[in-house]
């Protein structure tokens, strides 16, 4: 029996559903990055800045992409052995899983992409199962 599963993915959320048991079971992943606020005035120090208040741009950019990379990787080990993998999602990240799958898994692995906006848990799961839904054969 072959296992299939749909992904649907952007930079902070990856939502893995896998129909091999025809029902579709579905595994959440998050990245781990935080929103940053503006401090409020009664969380400020006395003076106006202090050395650690700067942290440069490179290196908030350097944490995201790992916290990305390290989501990626904990997919990747929870669909295992997959023979067809769809993934979906709304920006870059889909494209970014996929370079990251096919330099890690790409023996014999049928990868499909598609561009799709946020949809709710059932939503997704009645789209994945639709989609890797064995065609019906007609005999007359």
Known sequence: MSKNVGIWIDR????VVDVGDGR???SRFHAGVDETFPPTEESRAKH???RNDFVSEKTLERKST?????MYEQVMKSIG?????WILGPG???DEFENHLRTRHTH???IEVTTSDKMTEPQLIAKVLKHF???VEIRR
């Open 12 to 15: 902070k959320h990856a939502f």
């Open 24 to 26: 579709g079971h579905l």
């Open 48 to 50: 106006p800045y202090t």
């Open 66 to 70: 790992m916290e990305r990379v390290d």
């Open 81 to 85: 052995s997959v023979d067809a993998v």
């Open 92 to 94: 870059e990240a889909k």
């Open 108 to 110: 014999g692995v049928e």
């Open 133 to 135: 839904a064995e065609p």
